[in-house]
């Protein structure tokens, strides 16, 4: 494993003014996705429709450091045959991909979750970095409810999200540690902040455990939120003041990069969070954005899956991206987004 590689990959993911393009929907969200736009998830609509989106160029050569893909778009060539991970290199931004299999239910914790793919990740791992894939994504989901999470769920998640650490350095890849407390609930955001510390704090004692070099990883963890069904919201300052409070707590400043989920944030909130949060510094690591939906739900909407609103589409993904690398340097105002509407 070469280390300095792996650090200085992990520094660029979280470059001052960039950010993370989460386009690694599985084959059943971008269904979801797709139904709320009315287009069909063929592999062609799904190709069609990422290919906009590398080829934003604006977006991508200024505000996107890298980009998570899932397994068919790694493989998958643009309509002139250029392989779509070509697209995203000649742009500037570092392919990646994401190399979890999803969630199973966990035995005897009803209701709750782990994340599974560490069979034969190994060998996954040496094809992808053959095609192109410089870092990693493993996501997994812990929610929030009565009488979960269970120390059980928190623990085998984070043996997992170990073990797939340690094997994408050993692979040359740098892993994006993602363990996900759900913002769906009626919980408010200092039950939030309970359970992202629980589940942080035991993540990096795994990691340190199974020996992953902290100076070649980035984490993608929630933002301390009040839940959503919760009646009583934080304000942006509250959510920022008690996140960094959280990941100064939680995170070792070793760590090179933090880039968070939206996680069902609307656009702007998911903006105007990171910004605040900026307003905060000077910050041990590198604080930035990596987003799918608070990115990519804008150019949905703009593109319907007609060729015709292709433009469109990558209009509406550049503002929210450049909104976005704005945040993560403290530079964004709200007034910004009323102009370009
Ligand atoms: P959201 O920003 O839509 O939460 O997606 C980010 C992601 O990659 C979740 O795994």
Redesign the pocket.
């Known amino acids: 494993m070469n280390l300095t590689e792996l650090n200085r990959i992990a520094t660029a993911m979280v470059a001052p003014g960039k950010g993370i393009l989460?386009a690694?929907e599985s084959s059943g969200t971008i269904k979801k996705r797709f139904d709320a736009i009315g287009v069909e998830s063929t592999e062609g609509n799904r190709r069609d429709y990422r290919e906009m989106l590398f080829r934003s160029k604006e977006a991508m050569s200024q505000f996107i450091s890298g980009v998570?893909l899932y397994d068919e778009t790694i493989w998958q060539d643009a309509k002139d045959g250029t392989p779509l991970v070509k697209l995203i290199e000649q742009s500037g931004a570092i392919p990646g991909i994401k190399v979890d299999e999803g969630t199973q239910a966990l035995p005897m914790c009803p209701g709750e979750l782990v994340t599974v793919g560490l069979d034969k990740l190994a060998e996954r791992l040496k094809k992808y970095y053959e095609r192109g894939a410089r870092f990693a994504?493993w996501?997994a989901v812990i929610d929030i409810g009565s009488g979960i999470p269970s120390m059980t769920a928190i623990s085998v998640n984070a043996h997992a999200l170990a073990r797939y650490a340690a094997l994408c350095q050993a692979a040359q890849i740098v892993p994006i540690v993602?363990p996900?407390v759900l913002m769906d609930g009626d919980h408010d955001i200092d039950r939030c902040y309970e359970v992202t510390q629980r589940v942080l704090n035991k993540t990096f004692q795994e990691l340190r455990v199974q020996r992953v070099a902290l100076e070649g990883m980035v984490l993608?963890p929630n933002m301390a939120v009040s839940g959503k069904k919760c009646a009583k919201q934080a304000s942006v300052e509250e959510v920022a003041e008690k996140t960094i409070r959280l990941l100064k707590a939680c995170v070792p400043a070793a760590v090179p990069g933090i880039a968070f989920?939206?996680?069902?944030q609307s656009d702007e909130e998911a903006t105007a969070h990171l910004n605040a949060m900026h307003k905060l510094g000077p910050l041990p690591w590198g604080l930035t954005f990596?987003?799918?939906?608070?990115l990519q739900a804008a150019p949905q909407k703009a593109w319907l899956g007609k060729a015709e609103n292709v433009a469109a589409g990558q209009s509406a993904f550049s503002h929210r991206a450049r909104m976005n690398g704005l945040a993560s340097k403290g530079e964004w105002q709200s007034s910004l987004e009323k102009k370009a509407a």
Request: hydrophobic residues 25%; glycine residues 18%; charged residues 40%.
């Open positions: 989460a690694d998570i994504k996501r993602e996900e993608k989920l939206s996680g069902g990596s987003y799918g939906r608070a």
